[in-house]
């Protein structure tokens, strides 16, 4: 299959900040790739640099073969963009503000009439067309901002954290327009820091921490990386990090991270190890107030690789 996106070398620092650091990855024409990372990984950075709104420091990519460098008009050509904030005209109805940017695209007459309403259907907002957005809720303005980036028929679309801060009706609605738009034939990258997002959409994930690219591979590539470990979330009532420097010594226990009260554990074993958790615990006088055990995911391949938990 051919490739929709290649992306070679990519680096963009601001002042000491080195936000981009060598990423390289390539993305096949009709498959979504999920960029999964924390807050302040270079997600965001990266998609702007290949939306060409970044010129890298190093490095370039090609969007269905066009240069971010030397031909940003037709990167631009064959993109849709669908940036982490709401880019509508709050004044305007839906139907308003497509007609708009659907102008700024360069559609005209009954062209530009049709794709709007396509988009109104797709986008699943016929029936509030001529609403004002101000009146939208979050998730019914992040859907409009998605009919913009499809107005003029793109090939590739990036969307940037498009479910953050929605409610979770919204949310599903989204993520079942992505999976739309795959089987429509477009090529989807698609960043998030939710771990169950890149599970359920992408053929494959790209995990950034740091600004640099650590793993990239289907789910079940991935998660091969930790074996068969498992994270164990524990809440202590005190001493997290006392705690957590006797865990370490336990077998069977292969990583320990703290974050304030919680502690984070990769074991081989959780029907073993778990135990021997609570006996080292009570032994230091200090109570474990909640336990949560997650089979061997994408955080655990995370935890592995970068030593901290990704959040989400």
């Known amino acids: 299959m051919s ?12 002042g000491e900040n080195r936000a981009v650091q060598g990423v390289s ?20 950075t990266t998609i ?97 901002n998605i009919g913009v980036a499809l107005l003029h028929k793109p090939k590739v679309i990036y969307m940037d954290e498009p479910t953050v801060g929605i409610d979770p009706q919204s949310r599903r609605s989204i993520l079942d327009s992505v999976v739309a738009l795959k089987n429509q034939g477009m090529t989807v990258l698609y960043t998030t820091h939710y771990m169950e997002e890149s599970q359920e959409l992408s053929d494959h994930i790209a995990i950034m921490d740091h600004g640099k690219l650590i793993a990239r591979g289907t789910h079940d590539e991935l998660v091969k990386l930790v074996g068969q470990q498992t994270r164990i979330d524990l809440s ?10 006797v865990w370490r010594t336990i077998d069977g226990v292969e990583r ?5 009260e919680q502690i984070t554990a990769l074991v081989d074993d959780s029907n073993r190890v778990l135990p021997r958790l609570f006996d080292a615990a009570a032994h230091l006088s200090t109570r474990i107030t909640s336990v949560n055990i997650r089979e061997p995911n994408l955080e655990a391949v995370f935890l592995h690789l970068t030593g901290r938990a990704l959040r989400d």
């Open 48 to 144: 702007s640099m290949l939306s060409c709104l970044l010129r890298p420091d190093v490095g370039d990519a090609l969007v269905m073969g066009h240069s971010i460098r030397t031909d940003a008009m037709g990167v631009k050509s064959v993109l849709g963009v669908v940036p982490q904030e709401i880019a509508l005209y709050e004044d305007l109805s839906a139907r308003e503000n497509l007609t708009f940017w659907g102008k700024m695209y360069g559609l005209r007459g009954t062209v530009l009439k049709s794709r709007v309403k396509e988009v109104l259907d797709v986008i699943g907002l016929t029936d509030r067309a001529n609403d004002r957005v101000g009146k939208y809720s979050g998730g019914m303005k992040r859907r409009v």
């Open 236 to 245: 202590v009532s005190a001493e997290p990090q006392r705690i957590s420097d």
């Open 25 to 44: 990855f390539d993305v096949e024409q009709g498959e979504i790739l999920s960029l999964l990372g924390p807050n302040g990984a270079g997600k965001t």
């Open 3 to 14: 490739l929709a996106i290649e992306v070679r070398n990519l680096h963009k620092s601001f």
């Open 256 to 260: 320990v991270t703290v974050e304030e």
